[in-house]
């Protein structure tokens, strides 16, 4: 790279040539000072910046430990759309949430639907007022400090979490599908609860594209030195350098596949396509590999699939399950609708894609059905050299080392990626009043305020792709590592569907709680030969003398058994929970199944065998009464609890007398 010109990691798949043409200091500063940043932000970012000088930590409150979820809270955030869709999400999550669940106790939040989930158009301060908590440090006796997103980013959109990382670990997950979703439930529950012990290895891959400054400018001066400088120090581990002509698209393959390590890292350019393209979602952010012939003999000419590794290439049985990745590639992670870059430059907003979306390769890393990655860190719109390199001082490894470390320490990724969230702060604060001195001051050098400008964009656009929360799964120091094991296969009349609208709805307090019966189980063993063996108990009816036999006995004690079991089903049928209160709890009484005296109905909610529910929630100043709707929910969850065990317990019992019967 020259000092003159920056260039930026992204390839035209139309024409082969850089999708951001390279571009002087001038030029980038001038869009530097044209940067607005709203006032609420720009106070978070001051404070975070201000708490790292001091010593202290913006991130989770002093005193918590951030590796203990029972500590530092655990929540997940969806959107306040009423759609049944979300419903059938939240139940394909249930064997996640319900590991958070256990792992975070009272910290444990979810924010779900009308009363919790996000708002549309919603800003993350007004999103933390609802639930009580202001700016300053994550305090998860309100708000937990790991949180996932639940959501595509049209409906959640990017700038929420950008914002609301400044304070909290927070990831996000969006499927096309119901399966992916419990895939990657699944995934996560296997990999923690096994545990799988997965051999200490790390794949840094890294391109250089012929005639290309640009990933000649990322092999050299980050993934070969960062490579290198944490090899150094973790002896444990072993350290793949796949580098130059060896990072081809085939090899690739196999390091997301049979080769597949605990820890990856690639950089490389990320495919682009023109706005509404047939292939803008489905490759968009996929990376372009060795293959390539760089910008001058493959100028002109449209970049094949056979030169970049996108979603498709991972096969129904590709697994990598436990793997951690970080994808430093323009779009690696997602899209926005808008252009960051030309809306400063031309002072308007124009659309580079028809919505924001998450990169197709991610998801499908995390949700492969015979194991996932637990997470993949990757970079929203472009990626640029200012991650890594500083004008004359060359190359600034720190915050990347300091990330890998944290990884290795044991760390969940959300935690171990705060260095960038305090660079992203500093670098705000700065050029905020680099800008604002330029006034009184005059102007500042164009390569000063192009390096701080694209610094602060590149350091605020990476995000986590999946629960903040994971972390690597490796074999302890010295011991022998396992390999994978595809995790068990969905079997549900839903497998093959996507998250199109179900007929239940859910609605969800921030303690957790009420959510339809479970949509997906582990494939269940099948009847075994040694099962249909008959040990010996007569059949059902009555012998030759007229008297009845151990089998017509128990024919009449399986009838009245089905008669007791119909009429608790019945029953059964419409669940209620009603929440009341008194300012006088001595003269309420309990009669024949029904609250008398002095009480007030607060809450009430009604869910049918199929899963309709209608809601009634308590509010208090406009607002949703939290404490209250705590309560109620958890009641609910209590009593859908009862209830789902007494239909499994009725369906075993009379399954398990059948059998007998026809023994």
Request: net charge negative.
């Amino acid at each position: 790279m020259s000092e003159e010109l920056l260039y930026i990691n992204g390839i035209n798949a139309e024409t082969g040539d850089y999708a951001l043409p390279p571009l002087s200091a001038e030029q980038i500063a001038k869009v530097a000072r044209g940067e607005q940043l709203d006032d609420d932000l720009k106070k978070d970012l001051q404070n975070r910046y201000n708490s790292s000088l001091s010593g202290s930590h913006y991130g989770l409150e002093a005193g918590r430990d951030p590796s203990k979820l029972d500590e530092s809270g655990w929540g997940v955030i969806f959107p306040a759309s009423p759609d049944a869709q979300y419903a059938a999400i939240r139940e394909a999550l249930s064997p996640l949430l319900d590991l958070r669940r256990k792992q975070a106790g009272p910290y444990y939040k979810e924010y779900f639907g009308p009363p919790l989930g996000v708002r549309p158009n919603e800003t993350k301060n007004k999103f933390l007022e609802r639930l009580g908590m202001g700016p300053g440090p994550a305090n998860p006796e309100k708000v937990p400090y790991y949180l996932l997103i639940v959501g595509d980013p049209e409906t959640i959109p990017y700038s929420f979490q950008f914002q609301l990382d400044v304070q909290y670990a927070v990831g996000r997950i969006h499927f096309d599908t119901v399966e992916e979703y419990a895939n990657y439930a699944r995934s996560v529950v296997e990999a923690e609860t096994r545990p799988l012990k997965l051999a200490r290895k790390a794949t840094f891959f890294g391109v250089v594209n012929p005639d290309d400054p640009a990933t000649n400018l990322s092999a050299e001066n980050l993934v070969a030195p960062l490579a290198d400088s944490l090899a150094a120090e973790q002896k444990s581990w072993t350290f793949d350098k796949v580098m130059k002509e060896a990072a081809t698209k085939a090899k690739l393959s196999q390091v997301l596949g049979a080769e597949a390590p605990s820890l990856l890292f690639t950089a490389s350019h990320g495919m682009e396509f023109p706005r509404g393209h047939a292939k803008q979602e489905p490759y968009t952010g996929a990376l372009l590999c060795q293959d390539w012939p760089g910008p001058r003999k493959g100028k002109g000419q449209p970049v094949n699939e056979d030169k970049f590794f996108h979603a498709g290439d991972l096969g129904s049985d590709s697994n990598l399950l436990g793997m951690l990745a970080f994808l430093f590639a323009c779009y690696g992670a997602g899209s926005p609708r808008y252009d960051d870059f030309y809306r400063q430059a031309a002072k308007e907003r124009a659309e580079v894609a028809p919505k924001a979306f998450l990169s197709k390769l991610p998801r499908r890393m995390l949700g492969l059905p015979k194991g996932g990655a637990l997470a993949v860190v990757g970079h929203v719109e472009r990626a640029w050299g200012y991650s890594f390199i500083w004008g004359r001082a060359g190359k600034q490894l720190t915050v990347f080392e300091s990330t890998f470390k944290n990884l290795f320490d044991g760390y969940p990724i959300g935690y171990a990626l705060e260095p960038f969230n305090e660079r992203y702060a500093e670098l705000a604060s700065e050029i905020t009043s680099a800008i604002d001195n330029e006034i009184y001051e005059g102007p500042r050098p164009a390569q000063e305020m192009a390096g701080l400008w694209t610094a602060n964009n590149d350091a605020r656009n990476y995000v986590i792709i999946g629960d903040p929360a994971v972390r690597l799964n490796v074999a302890g120091e010295g011991d022998a590592a396992a390999a994978r094991t595809a995790i068990p296969e969905i079997t549900s009349a839903a497998k093959a569907g996507s998250a199109a609208p179900a007929t239940a709805t859910s609605v969800v307090s921030a303690g957790g709680g009420a959510g339809p019966s479970r949509a997906f189980s582990s494939e269940a063993p099948g009847t075994s030969e040694a099962s249909a063996v008959n040990y010996g108990f007569l059949g059902f009816g009555d012998n030759k003398e007229g008297g009845q036999t151990l089998g017509g006995a128990l024919k009449e004690f399986v009838d009245k058994l089905g008669k007791f079991l119909s009429d608790a089903l019945d029953d059964a049928a419409t669940l209620e929970v009603a929440t009341y209160t008194s300012d006088n709890i001595e003269g309420v009484k309990y009669e024949k199944g029904e609250f008398t005296g002095p009480i007030k109905l607060r809450a009430l909610t009604a869910i049918k065998i199929d899963g309709d529910t209608k809601i009634c929630v308590p509010v208090k100043d406009d607002e949703v009464d939290l404490s209250l709707w705590s309560i109620h929910t958890e009641a609910v969850k209590q009593a859908q609890t009862s209830r789902a065990e007494l239909v499994r317990a009725a369906i075993s019992a009379v399954s398990g007398l059948t059998n007998l019967g026809n023994k």
